[in-house]
């Protein structure tokens, strides 16, 4: 079972989040919060997943979110959020966020998008990624540095970078171009300081800004 915390400020969310998740026969929510209860909640807990709601009243999601991380094994770490561009989500990635995704996010796809996040994939809500890219800060330059970047990697870190970026996991990945989890850990170790980024969410970034997902066929498109 996959357990999971979900943290918001608004009771609502965190019931419809509840009712939704708990449908699922490998999930489990174990509790929801509000913000003020939401670090000690986790450490009773001790859950796989934690959904934090990134602007709160009581408390900052940020704040929550650097908590969060200095736990021991601490938890995996999904952002939500009511808007497709949130100032927030740059810092919320470089303090170790595993991904962000809206609060309307359709019932049927939440449920796959904690297991991905379980299973230490990728989430990006598309609308709000796609937004993110167009908004960030950089300009042509930065794209052009990104793009730099990205030709510093091996053609296997390429297409290890790719699956990163369609959310996969090691494993996932390792099972689909034929190499163990451990390797391909290593490959992903490469990609990050090869990229000059922190986290596979900054890197799934950072190749979608460099075109690279543009010039490579899909994980299952057939190509």
Do not use: W
């Not at 796989?48 to 938890?75: H, K, N, Q, S």
Request: include cysteine; proline fraction near 4%.
């Amino acid at each position: 079972m996959i357990r999971v915390v979900v943290v918001d400020d608004e009771a609502l969310v965190r019931s419809g989040f509840g009712l939704i998740l708990g449908a699922a026969d490998d999930i489990e929510v174990v509790a929801t919060s509000g913000g003020g209860e939401a670090v000690e909640t986790v450490r009773k807990e001790r859950p796989d997943v934690v959904l934090l709601d990134i602007r709160m009243p009581d408390v900052d999601g940020l704040t929550v979110l650097r908590e969060l991380r200095t736990m021991p094994d601490a938890p995996v770490v999904a952002m939500l959020t009511t808007f497709d561009a949130d100032e927030y989500i740059l810092t919320a990635l470089d303090c170790g966020a595993a991904g962000f995704l809206l609060k309307d996010t359709e019932p049927d796809q939440l449920a796959q998008l904690v297991r991905t996040l379980a299973a230490g994939g990728v989430v990006l809500s598309p609308k709000a990624s796609q937004t993110l890219l167009r908004g960030h800060p950089g300009t042509e330059t930065a794209v052009d540095e990104d793009a730099a970047r990205v030709r510093l990697l091996t053609d296997r870190e390429r297409e290890v970078l790719v699956l990163v970026a369609a959310g996969l996991s090691n494993t996932d990945i390792g099972a689909r171009i034929h190499l163990g989890a451990g390797t391909v850990k290593d490959h992903v170790s490469a990609i990050l300081t090869k990229l000059r980024v922190a986290s596979r969410v900054q890197a799934a970034l950072l190749a979608q800004r460099s075109g690279l997902l543009d010039e490579q066929p899909r994980p299952g498109d057939g190509r």
